[in-house]
């Protein structure tokens, strides 16, 4: 195994009546909360009255920050900032999903930062010698478990360009997870943000090394599991036990533990952070239109990974195939669950316009941790093969 540091320094407090219980007491040194939430989700479904009623009567002065939108801009950090500065906030609440919180953690670093965030730490990765303002977080809409990580991924309109970066300094000092406050969540952004966790656990198992790491068991048991309380949340939203392991599985693919020993390929989330700069399209809709593409790229870089996730992960019989034909059908596999729940599968539905996909392909980062690494050329004939 590769040597590593881990560390996590977020508390989460899970289950239901999470909020009722520990949110008073979670923050009790701020008197001033900056209260961060999206275009009103929070406020249909009862969150923000349960929230903004035990922050009231704790005595906390509420300036609001609303109207955070999917792929948060950095224009709307700087809106955060100000309001922050202004009413001298001394901590962020970040009640929502991976927007609210991604935008939310650039917020807490930008407002105690007097130079250009943007260009100190997006554009490049910065160093962070200085203590952000608190967050905490209270998930609502799982999936991209940026609840226990430091990764922010922010929209920059002017550049065209979608950046994430992971400060651990930015990891939320608590998160609170409740998963009854997923039970609205619409079933497009339920099963979008769950391919997202489980592109997290294959961009992660497929890189080296392959030599036997726990991390990689630990990934064939969360990818099972998302597959399957997905398709039984499906069925019925409100099954506690699917929510929870939905939640939590989503946590786990992000909070660092299965990254231990591992490189790490991510070239699908660097390929969608273009898709969805130059489109806006939700991140899980197109993490699902490039993996089986890119996948059949790839996997004869790591025949044998593909094998065992064929084996492991959909429970493929060898029945006389190759490897090479064992590898496929896993990749076959994960295309039919994703035909199955309803997730696009070409560029086209997203909204791509063909004559973008040079300029896009053009743009994105290229991962060093891949069992291949693509040319900017490879990722234009990758777009060109999932457009229709
Ligand atoms: O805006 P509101 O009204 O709140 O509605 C939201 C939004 O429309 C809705 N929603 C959230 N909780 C709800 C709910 N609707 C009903 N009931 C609830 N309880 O869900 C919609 C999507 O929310 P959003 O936060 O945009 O989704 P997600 O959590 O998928 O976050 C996506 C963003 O996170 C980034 C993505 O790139 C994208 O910008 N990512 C962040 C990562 C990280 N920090 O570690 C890693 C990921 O790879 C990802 O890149
Ligand atoms: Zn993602």
């Keep these: 195994m590769n040597n590593f540091i881990f560390q996590n320094d977020t508390r989460v407090y899970f289950g239901k009546g999470c909020v009722k219980e520990y949110l008073a007491c979670l923050t009790k040194r701020a008197d001033t909360v900056l209260m961060a939430y999206g275009n009103g989700a929070v406020k249909a479904n009862g969150v923000y009255d349960e929230i903004v009623g035990i922050l009231k009567n704790a005595g906390k002065s509420i300036v609001e920050f609303s109207g955070i939108m999917s792929n948060p801009t950095y224009a709307k950090v700087q809106e955060g900032v100000r309001l922050a500065r202004e009413n001298h906030a001394d901590m962020i609440l970040a009640v929502g999903g991976g927007s609210v919180m991604d935008c939310c953690k650039a917020v807490s670093l930008a407002a105690r930062y007097k130079g250009d965030a943007w260009e100190d730490f997006w554009a490049h990765h910065g160093v962070v010698d200085f203590e952000p303002l608190p967050l905490g977080v209270v998930v609502t809409t799982a999936g991209t478990g940026s609840e226990c990580n430091g990764g922010a991924v922010i929209t920059n309109e002017e550049k065209k360009t979608k950046t994430g970066r992971d400060y651990p300094q930015l990891n939320p000092d608590f998160a609170l997870m409740d998963p009854t406050y997923t039970y609205s969540v619409p079933q497009s952004q339920m099963v979008s943000g769950s391919f997202d966790t489980l592109s997290h656990i294959m961009e992660t198992y497929f890189s080296k090394p392959d030599e036997d790491n726990v991390s990689d068991d630990i990934m064939e048991a969360l990818m099972k599991s998302v597959i399957r309380n997905l398709r039984i949340a499906i069925k019925k939203p409100e099954d506690y036990t699917a929510r929870s392991n939905l939640m939590w599985d989503s946590t786990m693919a992000e909070n660092r533990i299965i990254k ?72 076959h596999a994960l295309a039919d669950f994703i035909q199955e729940i309803g997730l696009p599968t070409t560029l086209k539905e997203l909204g791509v316009q063909k004559a973008q996909l040079k300029e896009m392909a053009d743009s994105c980062a290229i991962s060093q941790g891949a069992y291949r690494q693509m040319t900017h050329k490879e990722i234009l004939e990758i777009f060109q093969a999932c457009y229709e």
């Design 260 to 331: 231990m020993g591992k490189k790490c390929d991510f070239e699908c989330h660097n390929m969608e952070h273009q898709l969805a700069a130059y489109t806006n399209c939700n991140h899980g809709c197109g993490l699902a239109v490039l993996h089986p593409v890119y996948y059949r790229h790839i996997y004869q870089n790591g025949l044998q990974k593909f094998v065992r996730f064929a084996e492991r992960v959909w429970d493929i019989a060898r029945d006389g195939k190759t490897d090479e034909e064992l590898a496929l059908a896993g990749i």
